[in-house]
């Protein structure tokens, strides 16, 4: 650590981080901000830029210090959900407010304060141990999460795999706490699948139907075929699937006219019984039952993975407890992260903060978590470096 770099405080970093409104995929400052910090703690910086054919240009960042032994990455997220109406917000979203000991901002949980605390408890870390601690830690962080997820992680992984650069583990900082810092740490997500469905009829006046073909009629039953039945009752480690229905859309401007197509969009999110190509058959199988013409268009965003349990989810349930006094579960919900991209490099876990409120108007966290996140991301360095 450079002789005159300050502490970091990473309650003072996150305000910090979340006054850049850095909506997806959107930087505005928030990376290079975030570097600056990391250099004056030893961290050498790396800007990676990549935008594929038809994409907005994605700012990322690879910072490592240390140059041997064990790389541990944390990884993260800088982007952020828009707003929405800031009316609604108690304060603006983007100055970063603390009030009553509660940081209020958009981004704060998911995931700046993580981001934050990644950068202090390595400071911490390295100003306990001295710098030659028998590894390396690193921080992949990209402005490119939240939305597609083209040109972050997956390309800054595949940039290090091509100049030789291994990440032996990984602890990416979503928030997944439910209730309490510390009650959960997610082990392997559900995979993700979108689908456009479209179907289609014959126009008509709706007193003459014997004339036309209904298209929204016949798009009732396709959905009806789709959410019936359950998709599955569940396996070992995984929630049972679900498909849930997000629009219907017609655009039909009158009340006398039958509707020659009709659209819905879904998502599925499947457990470790399907990948993405058996659950698109499922789909289609279904709507093939039903009778007439349709269009469907497939998106599969991520794969359904598992990482064992093993060294780092068994250190970090240790630093969570040894910090919050809680045993974390070891849990397989909710939605995607980068780390279905990681998980083909190296074992990872995810970890942190309360994200009840993220995406959320008055998306907040508690300055106490933000300190305590500090102390259990510290500690797993503590666990995971010992004796090297």
């Known amino acids: 650590m450079a002789a005159n770099s300050a502490a970091i405080d990473p309650a003072a970093l996150t305000a910090e981080l979340v006054r850049f409104p850095s909506v997806t995929p959107r930087d505005a400052g928030a990376i290079a901000h975030l570097a600056h910090a990391l250099e004056r703690v030893g961290f050498a910086c790396e800007m990676l830029e990549f935008a594929e054919p038809g994409t907005e240009k994605v700012l990322n960042l690879y910072a490592r210090l240390g140059k041997s032994g064990r790389n541990l990455c944390f990884a993260g997220h800088t982007d952020v959900v828009p707003p929405g109406n800031a009316a609604n917000w108690s304060v603006d ?12 901002g958009r981004g704060a949980a998911d995931m700046k304060s993580a981001i934050a605390c990644f950068a202090a408890a390595t400071e911490r870390f390295v100003a306990s141990r001295g710098p030659e601690f028998g590894g390396s830690i690193s ?29 032996d583990a990984s602890i990416v900082g979503e928030p997944t706490s439910r209730k309490e810092l510390g009650d959960m740490i997610k082990i392997g997500r559900r995979g993700s699948l979108n689908g456009t469905l479209t179907a289609f009829g014959v126009q008509g006046h709706t007193a003459y139907p014997h004339f036309a073909d209904n298209a929204a009629h016949r798009l009732v039953r396709m959905l009806d075929a789709l959410t019936r039945e359950p998709i599955d009752q569940g396996s070992a480690q995984f929630e ?48 093939d039952r039903v009778d007439g013409k349709y269009e469907l268009k497939i998106q599969v965003s991520g794969e359904s993975f598992l990482v064992p349990r093993g060294e780092v989810s068994d250190k970090l349930s240790r630093a969570i407890e040894a910090v919050t006094g809680r045993k974390p579960a070891l849990s397989t919900g909710g939605g995607t992260s980068d780390a279905r991209f990681i998980q083909r490099y190296c074992p990872v876990a995810e970890f942190g903060l309360v994200g009840e409120t993220a995406h959320k108007v008055n998306e907040r966290v508690s300055i106490n978590d933000i300190e305590a996140l500090t102390k259990i991301y510290s500690s797993f360095l503590e666990l995971y470096f010992a004796g090297r």
């Open 93 to 104: 979203p983007f100055a970063g407010s603390v009030k009553d000991g509660v940081l209020i």
């Open 139 to 167: 921080l992949l962080i990209t402005g490119d999460e939240e939305a597609v997820a083209i040109n972050g992680t997956r390309k800054v992984l595949e940039f290090l795999a091509k100049r030789g650069e291994k990440l």
């Open 240 to 287: 049972p699937s679900n498909l849930q229905v997000a629009t219907i859309d017609i655009g039909n401007p009158a009340a006398n006219i039958i509707p020659d197509r009709a659209k819905a969009v879904f998502n599925v999110r499947f457990n470790d019984r399907w990948t993405g190509t058996t659950m698109e058959s499922w789909v289609r199988e279904r709507l």
